[in-house]
């Protein structure tokens, strides 16, 4: 797959091809439904298929302080489009000079100019051009002017209507089960790992990985949830290996915090050293809410029966 960032990454000699767009945060059962049927399309018509995204999200741009909790990182994002098959993921930068752009302009400039589109494809609720001013009609109409057809997706999976908007509704309401559901695999948090207070280690028994998220990540609602915590950084003498987890999202309020942390606990290793280091987390299930103990030998207890319930939901090793 070619991963290219703006248009001026495209090949000067590139031909016909079949396109999707949308910002694709999350990549979810429904955005995965409308990419397989672009790739389907172009097959069918012998031509490879491009997704167009945008970073940052519009919103943020065009109602600054208005950015959605991010689902997916850019990168991320760009793998999960690739695994489906697509040929090229072109990043497109979002600025206010391009939202200005009106929906003839951006397909005569990006549909029509640099891919060349012989049909594309988007969600049957795909609203483009200055002010959201054009749809999918719109994108109909064009495609009669500009030589491709045009289709709208719905957004749908066994039935249901998915969105970005409501796996962040699930997060926020710590159900990543269902999350996971919706989007077709665990929801993940990445970062890289930072010194916190080093009270699991030196004083819980249980040293944890204090992953600094990106600004705008979507971290679950506050409790404490069975996952997975896999390194991904290159090089690293980790990299590569994915240990089951019990993973802690709050503010510690046992230690009267303030500042919400990620921290996970890889079952069963005291070893590690993830300072510096990228790492991903996967929530499976939550195990329960975050609560405030009366003594630390309470905590502990309560961590104790954490971390087995975790074991046996991930088949983590005793």
Known sequence: MQGWHGLDDVPGDWGRSVVTIGVFDGVHRGHQRMVERAVS?????????????????????VRPGT????????????????ALGVDAVCVLPFTLEFSHMTPD?????????????AGVVVGENFRFGHKAAGNVETLRELGEKYDFVAEGVP????????????????????????????????????????????????????????????????????GVYAGWLECTQSPSPYEGERW???????????????????????LDR????????????????RLRDTVKFDSIDALIEQMHRDVAEARRLTGGSA
């Open 41 to 61: 399309m172009a097959h069918r018509l012998g031509v490879p298929s491009v997704v167009i995204t945008f970073d940052p999200h519009p919103d943020e741009v």
């Open 67 to 82: 950015h959605p909790p991010r689902l997916t990182t850019a990168r991320h994002r760009t793998e999960l489009l690739g």
């Open 105 to 117: 302009e951006f397909v005569q400039a990006v549909l029509v100019d640099r891919l060349h589109a």
């Open 155 to 222: 957004l749908v999976s066994n039935g249901e209507a998915i969105s970005s908007s409501l796996v962040r509704e699930l997060l926020g309401s710590g159900d990543v089960a269902g999350a996971a559901e919706a989007l077709g695999r665990p929801h993940r948090v990445e970062g890289v790992v930072v010194r916190g207070h080093q009270r699991g280690r030196a004083l819980l028994g249980y040293p944890t990985a204090n992953v600094e998220s990106p600004t705008f990540s979507a971290i679950p609602a506050d």
């Open 244 to 266: 089951p987890a019990a993973i802690s999202i709050g503010t510690n309020p046992t230690f009267a915090g303030v500042e919400r942390t990620v921290e996970a606990y890889a």
């Open 270 to 285: 005291d070893d590690l050293d993830l300072y510096g280091v990228h790492v991903v987390v996967d929530f499976s299930v």
